[in-house]
């Protein structure tokens, strides 16, 4: 291919194809196609670029290096990046969102990471092999083929990579076990069950940048002597299935997976196994019991699965971005790696950032950067323009950190001790509209219905800790529903066998410790103060705002809005199911969300009454 | 129990051979039937028992415990609604509700017309998006409770949506 004038890229992963990019990609492809004398350009599909906040995503480069970034493009947009940009020179400012020294909010935004994980997502063609060899590809694993399975490990141990799924276990030391142990068969699996709900890390590497989690399992079978492996990948997930499954067929045709790979006697398979909906199946035990086709029930450890793990074999299970980091680590060399981070927590980390932040997407940060940089700096900021109360990381298993805790910088150990965990990467930033007690309670719900019921603190505990916030969010919680929490939060916890049941509790107990005031407010106040718990809540209409239109009326299901055409309507809340429908519907911002703290003796009142 | 017809015979033999070789395919196989079938019958179940010659229960086992089997037929319009938790800051409860009673029938359930079938899902990863949801696998973002009423609407008078 000729190295054309411009590079246009067209982000196709999930989000972006979920937001339009496909339709801007044919767009593209279709004008193209038409003058293809006239525009000197090639069109590429990529994968994630991260900027999830700004889909659909197109990149144009030049063959002198200049980068503009255009956000939010449709269809009927492509007529003008093509006539202005491609044949004009000059580019669309407009959809412009990024270009070095445009926006030195953006400038920081990209300054601030590091990108290795995600080297190539976003810049490398995903479904096609070529792209990726261009990229360096492959070459992590002909280091390692050279230096021999020991150096391999050693190399790890130097670069101090740790599990990126988050539990945070040295990685060298897990390839080291399986390769000692004794055994003729050994199996390597790559967990892509990736069931944190707000997570989504490993579906953009795998569907940008399959081949280098295949070249991480392969470095892993080769230093671990290990002849098959196994990628659990979670069936919602289509995209990145097909795209790793396009990926393992063009690294057999090229002689990277099958047997005497490269020369070198060393032979390994890949199989993926599609996870079929099952949260505890992310627990190492209970996914080798799904790859063996059973019901994914945790069992007892040990014995690890680096003894007797898959068909009773050694087995070592890691996580997508792990491998993800693997041919980089080989490819430039530990120390490459390691100048990044912390004392104890090397390298960089990958997080999907969302909820309430403004520039929502997937970001890799160097270990020990603050929390507030992240959210701030290259989140930038909260969205909603209200204050910043809250960030969530570990999902179901994680812990909330108040925003007074901003500057915890965020590594294995020091989220650690303020109760919260690393997680496998999901970042949650909650505004003052969030009620914690809320967000334990969704947590809590996940959890109870994930709970695979072989632990009875696990099956029972999760039903009764969800009861007791299902009474304080109705307003019927009592001050010995507090020391009810945190016992039973704590008995589960060393009651469970899995980490699923072990982690639970953390959503609750960290918003009770850190949001104390948000539970006081609802058991005895009977107020919800970010008027979201809809026992507490009530919906106004303010007279002086409505103009009688009734259209609230109209979609109103329950049928609580009743009036006069033309005159003020009024809300029944005995009626009233507190959808918000009304709210959105309402075009003169009439209807307003209430709650307000009650005074005990008013309760005494009501609860008599 | 309902009779096996012989093309779905034909099917479940076919996706049984083609895993014979593989340890632990067992759910491979009822996920493919699921997929060309549609659902994993207890009639399917009986028979996939006999030719693998693992037990109906331990099958029954799986099918119940992972929760992307379906032992009943899908409505017309499969719809999936976000439940993670970007969509739950951003309100996927409201969402949820407007499509339960627009569209006559609750989570996990199909509407008696055999329009709708409405499921929550944990995560789709489109968290940017959120709330999302899903249609026949198309993905629709950024969801108001307003726009899942209008979309269930449409749906009845026969839209072509995601198909």
């Known amino acids: 291919m000729a190295n054309r004038k411009y590079t246009i890229k067209v982000g196709l992963a999930s989000c972006g194809i979920a937001a339009g990019a496909q339709q801007v990609y044919d767009a593209f492809a279709n004008k193209l196609s038409q003058d293809e004398a006239a525009v000197d350009a090639d069109l590429i599909l990529t994968g994630c670029l991260g900027m999830c906040y700004c889909e659909p995503l197109v990149e144009i480069s030049t063959s002198t290096h200049e980068r503009y970034l255009y956000g939010n493009v449709a269809p009927h947009d492509v007529e003008r990046i093509i006539a202005q940009h491609l044949r004009g020179g000059e580019p669309v400012q407009d959809l412009l969102v990024y270009t070095p020294g445009l926006d030195p909010d953006m400038d920081r935004y990209f300054g601030k990471q590091v990108r290795i994980a995600l080297q190539n997502c976003g810049v490398i063609n995903p479904e096609a092999i070529a792209s990726y060899l261009a ?20 190399e790890l141990k130097a670069s101090g990579l740790r599990g990126r799924g988050g539990a945070g ?27 944190d709900p707000g997570a989504f890390m490993d579906r953009s590497i795998l569907e940008s940048d399959p081949h280098s989690v295949i070249e991480g399992m392969l470095i892993a079978a080769f230093a671990i002597g290990a002849c098959k492996g196994y990628i659990y990948c979670r069936a919602e997930y289509p995209l990145a299935i097909k795209r790793l499954r396009l990926a393992i067929r063009q690294a057999e045709a090229c002689g990277y997976l099958g047997g005497d790979i490269l020369g070198s006697g060393f032979s390994f398979t890949l199989e993926i196994r599609e996870g079929a909906g099952a949260f505890v199946c992310g627990e190492e035990t209970a ?70 932040v403004k520039r929502g997407g997937l970001v890799e940060i160097p270990m020990g950067m603050t929390i507030n940089e992240i959210v701030f700096d290259i989140g930038g900021g909260i969205a909603t323009g209200k204050a910043f109360k809250a960030v969530q990381t570990g999902g179901p298993s994680g812990g909330c950190i108040p925003a007074s805790l901003g500057d915890t910088p965020v590594d294995y150990e020091s989220l650690g001790r303020i109760g919260a965990i690393m997680g496998s990467g999901g970042l949650l930033v909650m505004d003052e509209d969030t009620c914690m007690v809320d967000v334990a309670k969704y947590f809590l ?98 007279p002086e705002l409505c103009r009688g239109c009734g259209l609230c009326a109209k979609v109103c299901a329950v049928k609580a809005i009743s009036g006069e055409l033309r005159k003020p309507y009024t809300i029944d809340s005995a009626v009233c199911a507190r959808c918000g429908l009304c709210v959105q519907t309402c075009r003169f911002g009439a209807i307003s969300v209430e709650s307000s703290p009650k005074s005990a003796a008013s309760l005494g009142v009501a609860q008599n009454g | 129990m309902v009779q096996i017809t012989s093309e779905q015979l034909l099917v479940i033999e076919q996706i049984v051979n083609k895993y014979r070789d593989f340890s632990g395919a067992t759910i491979p196989i009822l996920q493919e039937i699921q997929n060309q079938l549609g659902y994993v019958a207890p009639q399917f179940i009986e028979k996939v028992a006999e030719l693998t010659e693992i037990p109906a229960s331990e099958l029954y086992g799986i099918v119940t415990f992972y929760s992307q089997f379906r032992l009943e037929p899908i409505g017309e319009n499969h719809i999936q609604m976000c439940h993670g938790t970007a969509c739950h800051l951003a309100g996927a409860n409201a969402v949820i509700e407007a499509f339960e009673s627009s569209a006559g029938t609750k989570c996990g359930s199909t509407s008696k017309d055999g329009k709708f079938t409405l499921e929550k899902v944990a995560c789709m990863g489109c968290c940017s998006l959120a709330p999302v949801i899903s249609v026949n696998g198309k993905i629709y973002g950024r969801m108001t409770a307003e726009k899942g009423q209008k979309l269930v609407r449409e749906l009845k008078g026969g839209g072509d949506h995601g198909k």
């Open chain 1, 135 to 154: 990229a360096g590809g492959y070459q992590g694993l002909q280091k390692a083929l050279q230096i021999g399975p020991e150096a391999v490990i050693e």
């Open chain 1, 287 to 356: 996914l080798i019991m799904s790859v063996e086709g059973k019901r994914g029930m945790p069992r007892f450890r040990p014995p690890y699965p680096s003894e007797k793990g898959l068909f009773g074999a050694p087995t070592s299970i890691n996580n997508v971005e792990t491998f993800a980091n693997v041919p980089r680590i080989l490819e430039r060399g530990a120390a490459a790696y390691s100048q990044y981070g912390t004392e104890k927590s090397k390298g960089t980390k990958v997080f999907a950032l969302a909820g309430k």
């Open chain 1, 169 to 195: 276990f040295p990685t060298w030391l897990k390839w080291s076990l399986t390769r000692q142990a004794p055994g003729e068969v050994k199996y390597v699996i790559c967990n892509a069950d990736e069931g």
């Open chain 1, 445 to 542: 719900t996940f959890a109870r219905g994930e709970s695979c019921g072989k632990c009875t603190f696990c099956r029972i505990g999760s039903e009764k800790l969800l009861e007791i916030l299902e009474r304080i969010t109705a307003g019927k919680g009592t001050a010995e529903d507090l020391a009810l929490i945190k016992n039973l939060g704590e008995a589960v916890k060393t009651g469970s066998m899995c980490g699923l049941g072990q982690t639970m509790p953390n959503p609750v107990l960290t918003t009770l410790k850190y949001f104390a005031d948000e539970y006081a407010a609802h058991i005895h106040e009977a107020y919800c103060p970010a008027k979201q718990c809809k026992a507490l809540i009530s919906y106004h209409i303010d």
